[in-house]
């Protein structure tokens, strides 16, 4: 099974607008990182958030964590086009192997 | 240049005959991780190795098998015995495994079973 599940799935937005995503999570974590995914390719690492953490940024990203709700959200703001792609988190646990569990995704449609 | 390649891009299988799926890093990390990706779907653990000549089962193990005779390569064998094994399949390394390590990920190769 899954630990982490996003939400929206799919999200169709504007060029300009932001747009935000979230993941909620089942067991105590080390670390929540995020991951993004263009059509048909590999995985990109986009930030790693500790669980002592509660906000971090890294260009137009900014993601949050709630160790209380089990939850963490993704913002881009002022999306690009290029920015269409699907959206991953991910939760690293206690266990042995620095093994990431992933979600589902949130697909993500910029229209110019 | 450093990075994590996948080979082939596309592949496809007979039903009853085994694959080999080739992953090789040159980024001198410790542990690697297969991944299997079904259609619209996150990505679930195959297996997983920290270390040249030790590797363990992930989440989905049955029916694949791994091998790590060199720290830079970790093979994927889909064997006769997985269901169901078209999917699109990501090899991904990492430093080492501690803590707070990003992955890396290869660019992925898709299996399609005739």
């Known amino acids: 099974s899954q630990q982490g599940e996003e939400d929206p799935q799919a999200l169709s937005i504007q060029e300009g607008e932001n747009a935000t995503m979230n993941c909620s999570y089942k067991?105590?974590?080390?670390?929540l990182q995020w991951y993004r995914q263009n059509s048909g390719r590999g995985l990109v690492h986009l930030i790693l958030?500790?669980?002592?953490?509660r906000e971090k940024h890294s260009g137009r990203l900014r993601v949050t964590l709630d160790t209380s709700k089990k939850s963490s959200s993704l913002l881009i703001t002022a999306s690009r086009a290029a920015d269409t792609a699907s959206y991953f988190c991910?939760?690293?646990?206690?266990?042995?192997?620095?093994?990431?569990?992933f979600g589902g995704g949130t697909r993500v449609l910029v229209k110019p | 240049d450093g990075g994590i390649t996948q080979s082939p891009k596309y592949l496809f299988r007979k039903e009853g005959q085994n694959v080999t799926l080739s992953c090789e890093q040159n980024?001198?990390?410790?542990?690697m991780y297969w991944y299997r990706q079904d259609p619209g779907q996150g990505l679930r653990l195959i297996y997983y190795?920290?270390?040249?000549?030790?590797?363990q089962k992930g989440d989905i193990a049955e029916g694949y098998s791994v091998s790590r005779e060199k720290k830079e390569s970790f093979p994927l064998t889909v064997t006769s015995a997985q269901k169901n094994p078209t999917a699109f399949y990501l090899c991904?390394?990492?430093?080492?495994?501690?803590?707070?390590?990003?992955?890396?990920f290869g660019p992925g190769t898709r299996l399609t079973v005739l």
């Open positions: 980024l001198n990390h410790d542990a």
């Open positions: 991904a390394s990492t430093l080492d495994t501690t803590l707070y390590n990003e992955q890396f």
């Open positions: 958030i500790r669980s002592n953490e």
């Open positions: 991910a939760t690293g646990g206690k266990a042995a192997g620095n093994k990431l569990t």
């Open positions: 190795s920290q270390i040249v000549n030790d590797f």
């Open positions: 067991t105590s974590i080390n670390n």
